[in-house]
Antibody, heavy 123, light 107 residues
């Protein structure tokens, strides 16, 4: 059974940094692209970033480019999101989400999601 | 970026009703359209991908149709567990974008 468990959220001041983790199990982690998707309180879903299975290819939504870095450690079955220069509008629940296809490309949709971790950016 | 617009934003219906939610893309996305269900405090769940392919384990009362810019999600006979918020999402081009959501409430 696929299981994704995020951690690392919390309260951080504007301009601060935070690193989120997502521990994966139940599938061959290195074979699948992985994503971060966020949801501001009471709002809709926003895709944030994706990383290929090998980790050599990454993409970001414009609003986080240059501030967030996605990475993965396939030996630990763990996905990361390093968030720097955090702003109030980064406040959201952050979900890790798995790409559905075992391939070198991206399916661009998400078949399994973690339960999310809340990031609050406030002074 | 491709904008996704859902209608209605909210909908009240009764158990047993047939319900249709619409999703419109700002440009053609072929059939690269997916639907998710989200219940309060929970992660989204994939219902349907590629417009009309049902995700494993999703009941057959859910169906999808459309192509190009206009898509629909239909629930043929609402069950109590179907009351939730539904999101469409395009997987045609980056960035992957979602609709604003349709909240389905009990009448």
């Amino acid at each position: 059974e696929v299981h994704l468990l995020e951690s690392g959220g919390g309260l951080v001041q504007p301009g601060g940094s935070l690193r989120l983790s997502c521990a994966a199990s139940g599938f061959t982690f290195s074979s699948y692209a992985m994503n971060w998707v966020r949801q501001a309180p009471g709002k809709g879903l926003e895709w944030v970033s994706v990383i290929s299975g090998s980790g050599d290819s990454t993409y970001y939504t414009d609003s986080v480019k240059g501030r967030f870095t996605i990475s993965r450690d396939n030996s630990k079955n763990t996905l990361y999101l390093q968030m720097n220069s955090l702003r109030a509008d980064d406040t959201a629940v952050y979900y890790c989400a798995k790409d559905p296809y075992d391939s070198s490309g991206y399916a661009n949709f998400f078949d399994y999601w973690g339960q999310g971790t809340l990031v609050t950016v406030s002074s | 970026d491709i904008q996704m617009t859902q209608s209605p934003s909210s909908l009240s219906a009764s158990v047993g009703d047939r319900v249709t939610i619409t999703c419109r893309a700002s440009q053609s996305i072929s059939t690269y359209l997916n639907w998710y269900q989200q219940k309060p405090g929970k992660a989204p769940k994939l219902l349907m991908f590629a417009t009309s392919s049902l995700q494993i384990g999703v009941p057959s009362r859910f169906s999808g149709s459309g192509s190009g810019t206009d898509f629909t999600l239909t629930i043929s006979s609402l069950q109590p567990e179907d009351f939730a918020t539904y999101y469409c999402q395009q997987s045609y081009s980056a960035p992957r974008t979602f609709g604003q959501g349709t909240k389905l409430e009990i009448k």
